[in-house]
């Protein structure tokens, strides 16, 4: 093999090398190996052995490509483990290696559409599937975690998904309803972050409509996340530092 195709094949191979680094990073939504790379990633960035007790974001996309979590939320210890095309049955899936081992004061959930896209049958059918697997999955994790906080955010209403917006509309009002008789969920209805009734605020998302750009997620943070943060920790005992 000759010394240039050697190093054609380094060079093919460290792009490719980048490129999928460039892909975990981002939280494009994964499947196969991909998602099982971006887990790794999740769980080499924050060490359970140093980061028990903290605030722990777990969710699809629109987590997973908030790179500035940490700083937009500072000072509150954030974790962000969320990873692209997560629905509901991945969380439960990962849990034993995403969620319980870091023994969080507050759990900060976002699922969506992910969910409903899966789900077969009427709008009907799919908002009780839908249910049932949420109250069962808190049920579980909070039999796990019984000094926990959960939060709990809408799902967001997002223009590149309209088909779905009356279903997200009433699996949010069930979620809040919920949260609202359960002592350990907090709900946070978001919304008219994204939707006045009429249009969506598309000024808010990237190309796709799926998901929130810069101002979007700093949007996210200040007028509905910080302030749900501040009220769990007060439940939940966390230090804000």
């Not at 509309?169 to 809040?176: A, D, G, R, S, T």
């Amino acid at each position: 093999m000759s010394k240039k195709l050697i190093f054609v094949l380094i060079l093919v191979g460290f792009v490719a090398a980048v490129a999928l680094t460039g892909l975990i990073l981002a939280g494009v939504n994964y499947f196969g190996p991909l998602k099982s790379l971006a887990i790794s990633h999740i769980t080499n960035k924050y060490d359970k052995t140093k980061t028990q007790g903290q605030i722990v974001f777990y969710g699809a996309s629109n987590f997973a490509r908030w790179s500035d979590m940490e700083t937009d939320l500072a000072p509150y210890p954030v974790q962000n483990h969320g990873f692209g095309g997560s629905a509901d049955k991945d969380l439960v899936y990962y849990a034993d290696v995403l969620l319980f081992p870091y023994d969080p004061k507050v759990v900060v959930f976002q699922t969506g559409s992910n969910d409903y896209v899966q789900i077969t049958g009427t709008d009907e059918e799919k908002i009780q599937t839908c249910m049932d697997n949420k109250r069962a999955m808190y049920a579980s994790f909070h039999e796990k975690l019984p000094d926990a906080v959960f939060v709990v955010m809408s799902g967001l209403l997002l223009p590149g998904r309209s088909e779905y917006l009356d279903l997200t509309l009433k699996i949010n009002e069930e979620l809040q309803a919920l949260c609202d008789e359960t002592d350990y969920m907090l709900f946070v209805d978001a919304n008219a972050m994204t939707y006045d009734g009429t249009s969506f605020k598309t000024e808010l998302f990237g190309k796709d409509g799926i998901h929130l750009n810069r101002d979007g997620q700093i949007l996210w943070a200040d007028e509905y996340i910080l302030p749900a943060l501040e009220q769990a920790c007060a439940l939940a005992g966390c230090d804000a530092s």
